[in-house]
């Protein structure tokens, strides 16, 4: 069987996440996350059938978090922002700091996840490219609604005119999206955009959650040290003063 047909129950998927299976808190949250639609999961005869991911592939995608990736075995999740290595570059790659799931108390490994979005900067420089739906929206209320259209459709912005789905909905974008202003190191992309119903939204884009990162570098593994000076791995670490033997868990 293909692993992007494997499917498990909530049991199965704690364990292949590498939590306690036999944790009712561990499966409680599992079981919520298919509730509310945050696992592609369906419910047969009272048991959720949890799809299990294949290399690679983008979990739990929202609008404001960096989410999970199935790596090599492992479940790879964003640790936070900062430490990029093309920092200062001007060469629209950015790097994230991930870390692997682990049970509490275990040792982690460390991966520099990089995405490279000249592809993208060209085409949208070019008006070619062609925005997806949303990650999320935000409802205008009354008094504000002409006044953010307005602003929207002003010389500021690029009109853009296109409808797409969100939530099942129809929503036409008034302006072609422009950079969102927020967390450094995140790449964020908002634009107004009003429905057959006369609703006003902001709507947002992540842009992390839309493309697949180009290289996962693993830079230090916590699991590894060298017997001679004790020091934990790390990518290109340093020789001039030992050659390093690596072991595992220091035995």
Not at 98 to 109: A, F, L, W
Not at 219 to 248: F, G, I, M, P, S
């Amino acid at each position: 069987m293909n692993v992007l047909d494997q499917v498990t129950n909530v049991r199965g998927y704690a364990k292949y996440l590498g939590l306690d299976p036999t944790n009712r808190s561990v499966l409680r949250k599992i079981q919520r996350q298919c509730e509310r639609g945050e696992l592609p999961a369906k419910l047969d005869e009272g048991t959720w059938k949890i799809k299990l991911p294949h290399e690679g592939e983008l979990i739990m995608k929202n609008w404001e978090n960096l989410r999970e990736f199935y790596h090599d075995g492992m479940v790879l999740i964003h640790a936070g922002y900062g430490n990029d290595q093309n920092y200062g570059e001007n060469n629209n790659k950015i790097s994230q700091f991930y870390i692997n799931q682990v049970p509490i108390s275990k040792p982690t490994k460390h991966f520099a996840v990089t995405w490279d979005f000249n592809e993208f900067k060209n085409s949208e420089a070019a008006a070619s490219f062609e925005w997806p739906s949303p990650h999320a929206a935000l409802l205008i209320n009354d008094e504000q609604k002409q006044p953010l259209v307005d602003y929207f459709s002003g010389s500021s912005f690029v009109a853009y005119g296109r409808s797409l789905k969100f939530n099942d909905m129809s929503i036409t974008i008034l302006n072609r999206p422009v950079e969102f202003e927020g967390v450094t190191g995140s790449l964020r992309y908002y634009a107004g955009a009003t429905d057959a119903d006369g609703n006003v939204y902001k709507v947002f884009w992540n842009m992390f959650n839309i493309f697949d990162p180009v290289e996962i570098v693993m830079t230090v593994d916590n699991n590894r040290y060298c017997k001679h000076c004790l020091k934990r791995w790390v990518k290109d670490a340093d020789t001039t003063k030992c050659k390093h033997e690596w072991v595992q868990d220091m035995e």
